[in-house]
Structures are given as structure tokens and as C-alpha cells.
């Protein structure tokens, strides 16, 4: 036991652990948990901010048909490329996408760690894109924040929030040592009592969905296992030559990558492989195509099945001979049981398995999780205040953490949603024709929350907090307005996914404005007496930033 135990005991050295170690990495926890949440529904995101394909895509396509005009596009468009990756149309996101290795600039890929790559949306119909369709990277580039953190090398970016994620799980763990009434206390919420109501309502979140917590942070750190612990794989493999490819292929989690012979054959039909690995998975759907050396000898296809209602991330493949179109092997069909786990665990966090329902549990667990983050970091800036009344009534000057904390929580807790919803405007505000729209669409994203960190570091104060949870409200509850005005599709033709996004989006604007009311209400003419009476916290809401 440390000296800092004995002296406070488990409970109250907990109690500064479960503090620290949440405050610390608070702020990027927040960005982490709102992507992630978000993350839930990529698929309908990007359907919803591709208002040009509504009408055209009422009529579902069969899978062949699909996998057979996507192939012929990229014969057309991208011949020469390396690979070609196909994500075939599902129910919830009836298009499909391609991506290829394009040319970098030299020296690109090597400062960000990241490919870069062409993509298509294509009518799955017709093989060609929607005329007039708008480019955009939609739930995925939310997706992709949520580990990636988009400016910055991938590597780094993974390791800082892998970091956050055990700072996170150590909160938790510590949290729940420390609150002794941890349950009862979920069933109480004393309103209007100051640093008793942030304390309240921060228990509420945070037991409410404690399993989801404990869940979607331990198998956070799981997804990328073997990035933060690759001592094992290091010791057998030359990691240094890319021997972590020829690792990842004898776990049998991607076919191994071949080398181009340098004798164009054309490539087989693809009709043909999609019904034979249909066969093989007892007529389920393949969800993904991967070509490695399109139009050469050497030339694979992988089908990754549909995951359907499987826990394990690891979906069975079938790889077929790319010029005669024969089945050459198969992967994931059965798994060693430490795969099966890891596989479980990635399925898990990610829930692709889960049917509608179980998704919107979990989207409500992700949303808790975010008031989790953001109610503890407020409440450690409330409490900080209070504790600090005497001296901010005497010097009228705010200690340097504590206004470094208020103004990056605005910057974070009322930076991110705002950011969030600017970058669905974007989509529909910017020029369908706009050249690199959709970049232009996340610096739209990263400028508006450029914008709100600068704010909160001039002015931390809770007028700043109640005009920007008003801005979100109405950006957020107006966004159905902009969705009719922008799309070409009647009501009735309106897919479901676009019309449930549209009423999330409402909710989530009256969310907003409930929490600008509340900042902004008067204090009742009782508190105004005892606050008259007790100068110094008369003085320190004043200057405030008091949230209560």
C-alpha cells in the first residue's frame, strides 16, 4: 500500500485517482466518445448526407449485379491500380463504394502514416455515379476521428487515444471504488443544488450504462491490441520488413498480398465467384470484394461474407483464382479460440452485429457515456470554483488551471457537438460540383470547433456557454429544414434511415436549447437573497462560469 493509501485510506486515495485520471484526458475522451456514439449509425450518416441518391435508391439490387457493375467500372476508371476494394449495398447502406490506391505525391503517405485513395459512390443499378451526386466522406470520416484523430499521423493518433482510453478505464474502476452509495445515489437527483446536482446527475450517467462503460473501453484497447503490446509479434516476425503482414496472414485475418507477375490476363467475371462463395456460406451475402493485382497473372479475389448477427469481427473469406475464377482457399471458417475471443471482443466495440434495436441501445449508452465525460469535467471546474470564492471576491483574478479548464471545456464539451453539426450544414450548403468537397467538409468541421476553442479561451464565462448551446440548438433543430430544402426526393420517397436522422437531430436541438435554459435562468429571489448575503459566491457567479 502507497503512503498516499495509508494516510487517506482506499476510498480517498481512489477518490483523487478516479479525479486525475478522468480530468487529465477528459477533453479528447469526450471527442472519442461523441465520434464513437456517432459511429453507430455511419452507414445511415452517409446515406443522409447523399441527399441526390434518395429517390434513386427505393429498389434493392442483387448482390451479383452489384459486385458485377462495380467491377466494370473500376476496368473502366482504374485498370492499373494495385487493388480495388468493393463494399457491396446492405439494407442500411443501399450503394456501392470503391476505393484504389491512387498515386501519392512522393513523400505523402510517409508524413501521415495514411494511403491515400480514390473512392466512388456508385448506383448499384447502373454502375455509374448519380448525375450531380455530391462527394462527401459522411459517417465514415466520424468513424475514422473517432481512433484516428485526422490531422496527424496515424500512429500517433492511436496511441494518444489509446492512452485516454486506460486513463479511462483506471476512472472508472476508481470511481466505482470510491462511491460507496454508487447505486442508491443513481436513484437520487437533487436539482438546482449546485455542486450536489453535478455530482447527481454525473452518477446517473455513469451508473446508468456502467456495463456499456466498462465494455466499450476495455475492447477499445483490445481493437488494437497488438499496435500497443507487439512485443510477442516482434520477437517471432521481422516487424522492421513488414512482417507484421506476414503475421496478420498466418492468424488468417487477410489474405496474404502477391506481387504483380508483369503478364496482363484479364480478370475473371465476378458473377460466378459471388454465387460460389454464396454457396459456400449457405447462401449468405458476401459484404466486401478485395481485388489484389486486378488484370495480372498473379491476380486474388477475396469475398468477405456479411457478418449478419455474428459477434466475431473476423468474417469467414473465400479467395478465388483472379483469372480462372476458381477457389484457391478459405479463411476465418473456423478459428483458434484466442482469435475467436479477440474477433468477439472488436465485434463487440464496433456492433455491427446488433439489429436495430441494440444499436439504439447502444447509441443511447454512447450518449450517456458523453454526458459522463462532459458532467465530470464540469463538475470539477464547479467545485474548483467554490472552493476558490474567497479568494476570486478579494483578487478578482481566476487561478490559471481553473480558467484553463473552464475554457477548454467550452472548447470540447460545446466545441465538438457544434463542430459536428457545421459539418452537416457543409454537405449541404457547399457546391455539389465543389473540386475536393469533401475535404472542404471536414475543414468546415475542424474550423467551426477552431473557432469555439478560441471563444472559450477569450471568454470562459456562462454567457459564452448559453449562446453556444443556443447556436447548437438551432442549427441542430433546424437541420430537417435544410434536409427538405436540399433533396430531391418527395416525403414518400424519403428512405427510413433519412427520415430517423431527421427526427434525431430534432431531439438532440431541443436537448441543446433545454441545457441553454437552464444556463441561462434567473436565480429565484430566495437564492438572490442568500446570494447577497454571502459575498464572496455572489462574486464568484458573477464572474462566472458557475454552471449550476
Not at 74 to 98: C, N, S, Y
Not at 199 to 215: E, R
Not at 286 to 311: C, F, H, T, W, Y
Request: include cysteine; charge should be positive.
Amino acid at each position: 500500500m502507497t503512503d498516499l493509501s495509508k494516510r487517506l485510506g482506499l476510498r480517498q486515495s481512489m477518490s483523487w485517482l478516479h479525479t486525475w485520471s478522468g480530468l487529465l484526458v477528459c477533453w479528447v475522451l469526450f471527442l472519442v466518445y461523441v465520434s464513437g456514439t456517432t459511429s453507430y449509425f455511419k452507414e445511415e450518416i452517409t446515406v443522409w448526407m447523399k441527399p441526390d441518391w434518395h429517390a434513386q435508391l427505393a429498389t434493392p439490387v442483387p448482390v451479383e449485379q452489384a459486385a458485377t457493375n462495380a467491377v466494370a467500372y473500376l476496368q473502366k476508371h482504374a485498370p492499373d491500380a494495385e487493388r480495388w476494394f468493393i463494399q457491396l449495398p446492405t439494407e442500411r447502406r443501399p450503394i456501392v463504394t470503391m476505393f484504389w490506391p491512387r498515386k501519392a505525391v512522393e513523400g505523402e503517405k510517409a508524413k501521415t502514416g495514411r494511403a491515400r485513395l480514390e473512392t466512388r459512390n456508385l448506383d448499384p443499378a447502373t454502375g455509374e455515379p448519380v448525375a450531380g451526386a455530391r462527394e462527401t466522406r459522411g459517417g465514415e470520416f466520424l468513424y475514422r476521428l473517432h481512433f484516428d484523430l485526422h490531422y496527424m499521423p496515424v500512429q500517433w493518433a492511436r496511441w494518444i487515444v489509446g492512452v485516454c482510453t486506460m486513463f479511462m478505464l483506471v476512472a472508472i474502476i476508481s470511481g466505482i471504488i470510491t462511491h460507496r452509495r454508487i447505486f442508491a445515489d443513481f436513484f437520487t437527483f437533487r436539482a438546482r443544488k449546485g455542486q450536489r446536482s453535478w455530482l447527481d446527475g454525473h452518477n446517473v450517467v455513469a451508473v446508468l450504462a456502467l456495463p456499456f462503460h466498462l465494455m466499450i473501453t476495455y475492447t477499445g484497447i483490445v481493437t488494437l491490441l497488438f499496435m500497443y503490446m507487439p512485443f510477442g509479434v516482434q520477437a517471432v516476425y521481422d516487424t522492421r520488413n513488414g512482417g507484421e503482414k506476414t503475421f496478420f496472414a498466418d492468424l488468417g485475418f487477410r489474405e496474404r498480398q502477391v506481387k504483380a507477375s508483369g503478364e496482363a490476363v484479364p480478370l475473371a467475371p465476378i458473377g460466378p465467384m459471388v454465387r460460389a462463395a454464396m454457396a459456400h456460406w449457405d447462401g449468405t451475402q458476401p459484404a466486401r470484394i478485395s481485388i489484389e493485382r486486378p488484370n495480372d497473372a498473379n491476380a486474388k479475389v477475396a469475398l468477405l461474407r456479411d457478418a449478419g448477427q455474428s459477434m466475431n469481427s473476423q468474417a469467414p473469406t473465400v479467395v478465388f483464382d483472379g483469372t480462372s475464377g476458381k477457389q484457391v482457399g478459405v479463411l476465418n471458417d473456423t478459428q483458434p479460440p484466442a482469435n475467436a475471443t479477440r474477433g468477439v471482443m472488436v465485434g463487440l466495440h464496433i456492433a455491427n452485429f446488433a439489429p436495430l434495436a441494440m444499436r439504439w441501445l447502444f447509441f443511447a449508452s454512447g450518449l450517456a457515456g458523453c454526458l459522463m465525460v462532459a458532467t465530470g469535467a464540469l463538475l470539477w471546474a464547479v467545485k474548483t470554483r467554490q472552493h476558490h470564492a474567497k479568494r476570486l471576491a478579494q483578487t478578482g483574478r481566476t487561478p490559471f488551471g481553473l480558467r484553463l479548464v473552464e475554457a477548454l471545456n467550452i472548447g470540447a464539451i460545446a466545441g465538438v457537438p457544434l463542430a459536428m453539426v457545421a459539418y452537416f450544414w457543409a454537405n449541404r450548403l457547399l457546391p455539389a460540383e465543389l473540386a475536393q468537397r469533401p475535404e472542404m467538409e471536414i475543414r468546415v468541421f475542424f474550423a467551426t470547433w477552431a473557432v469555439v476553442a478560441l471563444i472559450g479561451q477569450v471568454r470562459p464565462t456562462r454567457g459564452t456557454w448559453r449562446v453556444l448551446l443556443w447556436v447548437s440548438a438551432a442549427l441542430f433543430a433546424l437541420l430537417p429544414v435544410l434536409d427538405a430544402l436540399t433533396t430531391n426526393a418527395a416525403l414518400d420517397q424519403l428512405p427510413l434511415t433519412v427520415i430517423a436522422f431527421d427526427i434525431v437531430v430534432f431531439l438532440l436541438g431541443l436537448g441543446f436549447g433545454t441545457a441553454a435554459w437552464l444556463v441561462g435562468r434567473k436565480r429565484a429571489p430566495a437564492r438572490q437573497a442568500a446570494a447577497r448575503k454571502t459575498a464572496p459566491r455572489a462574486a464568484s457567479s458573477e464572474m462566472a462560469g458557475d454552471l449550476r
